[in-house]
C-alpha cells in the first residue's frame, strides 16, 4: 500500500519514513510538497498523511484530487500540539494525529484508513445515511452531518457492520486499540452524540438502535423495520 506523506517539513518527512520503511510491512512511501507531485506517483490509492500547516490552497487542491481521480484514498490530518484543535476546511471528518506520535499509534491509524481504499468502495449507503470512505464523511440525504473524528469511526464501524449489533467492548477494541482505553461509558457518549446529530438532519430519528444488554447496531431500513414490528 502507498502512504503519501504531503509536507514542506523535513523532519517530518524525515521522521515519518523511518517509522513506515520497514519492508516487513509493504508499504510504498512517498514524500511530496505539493498535490501535483500526486500525478508523478506510481499508484495512487492508499493514505494521504496531510501535514496541516500545509498551505490552504494545497488543502483545497488535494481535497479536489480526493473528490475527482482518487476516490479509493483516504485522509489523515497531522497537527501540531498547538494546532490539535484546529479543523481545515472539508476535511473535518478525517482522523487527526497529533504530532509527536507514537510509531504503533501511526501504524494502527494506516491500517484503520487503508482498509477503507482496500474494500474498493467510495461510499457506504444505508437508507438516507452515506458514509464517503475516501473523505471520512457522513451525510445524510447528502447534507454534511458534522461529527468529531471519534464519532465518525463510531458510525463507520457500524455502518461497515450493518445489521450485526456491536458490544461496546468491540467499539473500545476498534478504538483504541488497548492503548489509554477510557472508560466503556464514552461509547454511550459517542452513541448519544451521533444519535443528536442525526436527528436533527432526520427529523428525529437517530437511525441507530440499542439492544439492551448487548451494545448498539445500525440496520438496514427493511430489516429495521421488520425488527421494529416483531417488537410491538
Known sequence: MNIYLLTRSADLSRSIGVMVGDPALGYQFHSLTSVADLSAAPDETGVVLLDADMPGSECMALLERMEGDMPDCAVVVVVAPAMADRTLPGFEGARHLVAPFHKQDLLTTIAAEGLSGRNGQKTLRIGRL????????????????????????????????????????????????????PEVKIIDVFICKIRGKLKKLTGGDGLIDTVWGRGYVLRDPEARQIQHRAAG
Open 130 to 181: 452515506s458514509l464517503n470512505l475516501a473523505l471520512n464523511k457522513a451525510y445524510v440525504d447528502e447534507e454534511l452531518v458534522p461529527l468529531t473524528g471519534k464519532e465518525y469511526e463510531v458510525l463507520h464501524l457500524l455502518a461497515a457492520r450493518r445489521n450485526v449489533t456491536l458490544s461496546k467492548e468491540m467499539f473500545l477494541d476498534k478504538l483504541y486499540g488497548g492503548l489509554d482505553e
